[in-house]
């Protein structure tokens, strides 16, 4: 298993060289598509060992994801591990990840957070839980975390995909569309870390449009193959 870790960001220089010092223990290579920036999250990242991607204006997350993956994919890597870069996501959780794709064969690993009312903004609680179980009945697979950004993904499926999302909307553009492809889904559940990091998602807004998304996705709209892929 060679891993990628991909982290799209956004005005993240507090907090990039962290999530990188401590994603580089687990991985083989960290690369950090810096969409647009307007602090120095990518000077600050190339500094910390990634190798950085720039967008010169913001494009979106599903943008910044779409250009890591192109360059992933080119090269010989087995797996592509996506998270944020505002220290949501703890680097000490990647190995669960990895165990749980290696063991149990997995081409899908999403890491899953517990929905804790007591410790998540009431709006943000409501569109994880009720935003998650609609999309796992359309995927056709119990994940309790469909909105998650953290997530591990075989490339060999990838490959096969063409992903046209420009927002938050691609993570659920992916599992339908791998889960379309026959992959192997599931999860795991990783550390809740929403203290000391502001979410830039807009809970009904955005879980509202990716639902409606999610409809396109899964009924009118199917997978294609690229026509070249650099495998």
Request: aromatic fraction near 6%; glycine fraction near 8%.
């Amino acid at each position: 298993m060679t891993v990628a870790a991909l982290i799209p960001a956004l005005d993240e220089a507090g907090s990039i060289a962290a999530v990188i010092a401590g994603v580089r223990r687990h991985v083989d290579e960290v690369i950090v598509v810096d969409d647009g920036s307007r602090d120095e999250t990518g000077a600050r990242a190339q500094a910390a060992g990634a190798t950085v991607l720039r967008h010169e204006h913001n494009r979106g997350k599903g943008c910044a994801v779409r250009t890591g993956l192109e360059y992933v994919l080119a090269r010989p890597f087995t797996h592509v591990l996506l998270m944020d870069g505002d220290l949501q996501h703890r680097p000490d959780d990647v190995p669960k990840l990895t165990a749980a794709a290696r063991e149990r064969k997995l081409d899908l690993v999403v890491g899953a957070r517990r929905f804790d009312r007591a410790r998540m903004p009431r709006a943000r609680y409501y569109s994880n839980v009720i935003g998650s179980r609609a999309l796992s009945a359309f995927i056709g697979a119990p994940v309790r975390d469909t909105q998650s950004g953290f997530r591990l993904v075989a490339c060999a499926p990838l490959r096969n995909l063409v992903l046209t999302s420009t927002g938050y909307e691609i993570e659920t553009e992916m599992l339908i569309r791998l889960a379309q492809l026959g992959a192997r889904i599931g999860d795991v559940e990783v550390t809740l870390a929403y203290e000391g990091a502001r979410s830039k998602l807009r809970p009904v807004r955005d879980t509202t449009r990716t639902c409606f998304l999610a409809v396109y996705y899964r009924y009118l709209s199917r997978p294609s193959k690229p026509t070249a892929r650099v495998n």
